[in-house]
């Protein structure tokens, strides 16, 4: 049984709630300045997205999802937060 596609609304809650996350769940915690640093990306960019209030294009998605070491499916679409809990 497929599951349903998600909305573009629910892609955009998960992924600025994967970022906020995964920024938060390194060691040493990192502010969003230094994400955008690390990125090459206006500090607000970051902001904007831990937010939901903008959307990234295809590229900044993928290098997001290099950076922090998963997929571009995984940051659009899971919980990490909820799936990684569940491994530890």
Excluded at 15 to 23: E, H, K
Excluded at 66 to 82: A, H, I, P, Q
Aim: aromatic residues 6%; proline residues 5%; positive net charge.
């Amino acid at each position: 049984m497929r599951k349903a596609a998600l909305t573009e609304a629910q892609i955009q809650k998960h992924l600025a709630d994967n970022l906020s996350y995964l920024r938060q769940a390194k060691t040493p915690k990192l502010s969003q300045k230094a994400v955008a640093r690390i990125l090459n990306l206006p500090p607000k960019t970051i902001m904007n997205y831990e937010n939901a209030n903008s959307s990234p294009m295809a590229y900044a998605v993928l290098r997001l999802a290099v950076y922090y070491g998963c997929t571009m499916e995984e940051l659009l679409t899971k919980n990490l937060r909820k799936e990684r809990k569940n491994i530890t």
